[in-house]
C-alpha cells in the first residue's frame, strides 16, 4: 500500500489523503475455508473538524477484487461464484465519523472514543452492498496514579446486499474470536460454519453480523518501576458473529442473532510497546466453548494493542 495523507489541506483543518494498494489474501487456515482474494485499486478521502475531538470523513475507493477458490469450495461460496462471476469492479463510497478524546497514546490513561463507519457498494460497480460499524471504548481511573484503570470496549458491525446483490458478499464478512474480539477461541473461528459437499469437516466462512465486547482491569505489573511501556490487564470478552442468510443447501446455519451463541472467555494479559511495534501476551480461558469450537490458551499479537 501506497498512500499520503496532508492533515492541512486547508487553513481550517481540512485533511485530504490518498491510497494505492494491491493486497493479496490466502485463506489458507485451519479454522477458516480456503480461498484466495486478488485486491487492487485506490482510494481519496477528505476529512473534516467538527469540534476539537469530533471529525467527519468522506471517501470512495475504486477496486478490482478477483477470488479464487480452493480445490474443495463449499456450497455457500461457489453459489455466490455461480450467481455473480468472481471478478468484481466495484466503486465504494464510505462515511467516517470519529470522536476521541483518549489520552496517554499506545497506553491510555483516561479519556473516551467512539467511531461510526459506512461503507456503500453503489450501483455503479458490479455489487451493491453496505457494511455499517461502530466501535466504541472508555477509560476511567481507579487510582491517582493512573496505573490502575478501568476499560470497557464494545464493537458491532452489520452488513446487507441491496439492489441486484442479495446479501453481503461471503468474502465481505465479519469474523470473530482471537486477540481482537473473544480472545481464548482461534482466530476467526466463531460462528456459522459452511457445506462442503463431501461432508468433509466444516470450516469458519463469517457472518454479516458482529457483537463483540471486553471488560478489564489494568494494574501495574510487580516489581517494575518504569511502567510507561508495560501494561498488565485481567479482562473478561464476550462476542461472536451471526448471519441473516444461509444458503438453501447449508446443513449447519442458522438465520439470526441468539444471544445463546455468545461466547465468553477471562484471561491476563501483558503488553510491551518496544522500539518496533507494541507486543501483546494472552493467556484466556473460555467459559462457554462447545463442541466443534477451537480453543487457543496462549496468543500473542505484534502490532496494534488490542
Known sequence: TLSYDNPYFTVDGVSRGYSLFYQVSDHDDDDVEDYDL????????FGYPITDTQRLSFGVTVKNTGVDLGSNPSLETQAYLDEYGDSFDDVIANIVWTDNDIVGGLLPTGGVSHRVTLDVATPVGDQTYAKIGALSQAYWNLSDDNLWLFHLKGRAGYGFGYGDTDRLPFFENYYAGGVYTVRGFSASSLGPRNTYSDDTETDSIGGNMLVAATAEVIFPMPMVEDHSSVRTSIFLDAGNVFTDYCYSGSTSCEEGFDAGEIRYSVGFNWTWITPIAPLSFNIAKTLNDKEGDDTDVF????????
Open 299 to 306: 496468543q500473542f499479537q505484534l502490532g496494534t494493542t488490542f
Open 38 to 45: 486478488d485486491r487492487i485499486g485506490a482510494s481519496v478521502n
